[in-house]
């Protein structure tokens, strides 16, 4: 089933332009004996550009609570130095985006990014598919909707009878 088939009526949906990146591990230094600990800037950056993005995109519109589904499409730009027919290969689907970053660590920065602003709380989210491929254009779009599901903080027995 495709990405367009599992979004229902309500739903919200967030295109984050250029190059997907992937949550990094935070990194931890010492100086002058103390520890500390911090976010990578590339992956901080990026983070905080979505995070504005759904700012926009969420203007007047309620954050999703309850059981969310999350399907994810990360779309990478095609090497240059590939040749034309590897291009193409790349853009009909025949060749899969099987190098970094993770599908999981770019569902990561995904939803740390968006967490407060496109949902209550990213614990949430309950499914949903990433999907990594080339195309002409690199960036993230995101499809956050309902679940048909009780949420645990908010079932009761009525809901089932």
Not at 24 to 29: E, G, H, K, L, Y
Not at 78 to 97: D, F, N, T, V
Not at 109 to 134: M, R, S, T
């Amino acid at each position: 089933m495709g990405f367009e088939a599992m979004i229902k009526t309500t739903f919200v949906q967030i295109e984050i332009p250029g190059e997907p990146v992937a949550k990094a591990r935070a990194r931890t230094v010492r100086q002058k004996g103390r520890t500390h600990s911090y976010t990578p800037a590339k992956s901080k950056n990026w983070a905080e550009a979505a995070s504005l993005l759904a700012k926009i995109e969420m203007r007047g519109k309620q954050r999703l609570s309850g059981a969310i589904m999350l399907d994810i499409l990360a779309i990478f730009a095609i090497p240059e130095s590939w040749p034309e027919w590897k291009r193409e290969a790349a853009l009909s689907g025949l060749i899969a985006h099987t190098v970094k970053p993770d599908r999981d660590n770019i569902e990561k920065n995904v939803c740390d990014a968006l967490n407060g602003i496109v949902w209550i709380d990213d614990c949430y989210i309950i499914d949903g598919k990433i999907k990594k491929e080339y195309g002409e254009n690199s960036g993230i779009i995101v499809y956050a909707y309902h679940a048909d599901k009780v949420p645990a903080q908010q079932a009761k027995r009525t809901d089932f009878i």
